[in-house]
C-alpha cells in the first residue's frame, strides 16, 4: 500500500510540474511549432528517451531517442504531444509525455505603416503587445491612436493609445505570430506653429493635455514683432473645414487667466500674425 500511495503521490507531483512549465513555457494555446524551434521532450520515468534540446530542422522533424524522426513543424505542442505518446507506445507501455517550447524561432510579427520602420521582428518568448511596443524605438511619429491589430485577416484591435500612453494593463493582450501592426504616422495630427515665433514653422506631436502656452513655450515664444493679443487657431472640423479660434495671448499670459489658456487638439494650425505697430 505504502507503494501504491508513494506512485499516486509521486505521478500527482508530477502533473502539478508539468501543468506550471507548460503553462510558463507555451504561451498561446495555437503556438505552431516551426523550423529552429528549440523543444524539450520529458518522457517520464523513461530519461533515456526523452530529449533536453529538440531543435526542429529544416526538414520540419526532431529525433526521438528509439523511435526514430517525428515531424514537429506544423504542429501545436498539445498535438506534438499526442503524436510523440502513439509514437512511444511502442517501446513503453502508457508513456507520459510532454513539450515545452524553450526557444522559438517561429514566432513573427508583422510590423507595417509609416509611425515606425516597418519590418518582420521573431521573438523568442512569450510578449505582449505593450512589451512590443516598447521595442520598438521611438514612437514620436507614430499615430497610436489610429493603430491596429490584425490576426488571421481579422482586426482585433485598434487604439493603443491607452495602452502606450497611460500604460494602461487592461487593454494589454499577448500577440501571437504572425500578427500585423499597422501603425501609421501622426503627421495629420501634429500642431503646426508658424509666423512670429522664435522657432519658425515648428511641427510638433500632440500629446494629450497640450495647451496653447504649452505650444508657445515649446516654440520658444513670440519675436517681438508679433501680434501677442491676434493669435489664431485654425481648427478643423469633421467636415474638413476650419473654424479660426482668436487667443489673446499677450492678456493670457499678463493676467494669468487659466480658463483662457485652452487645450489643444490634434492638427491645429497655430498662426502668429505680426504686428501693424
Known sequence: MRTIGGNVKKKFIFYII??????VNVFAKDYVIGDGDKLQISVWGNPEISVEDAVVRPDGKISIPAIGDVKASGLTPMELTDVLSREITKVVKTPIVTVIVKEMKNYRIFVLGRGVVAGVQTLTKETTLLEFLSQLGSLANADLGNAYLVRDKKMIKKDFYKLYEKVDFSQDIVLEPNDMLFIPDNFENRIIVV???????VIITYREGTTFLDVI???GGFTEFAAENDVEILRKKENGERTR????AKDLMKKGDI???IPMMPGDYVVVKESLF
Open 259 to 261: 480658463t483662457k489658456n
Open 217 to 219: 513655450l515649446t516654440v
Open 18 to 23: 508539468v501543468f506550471l512549465l507548460f503553462s
Open 195 to 201: 509666423g512670429e515665433i522664435k522657432q519658425p514653422a
Open 245 to 248: 479660434i482668436v487667443i489673446r
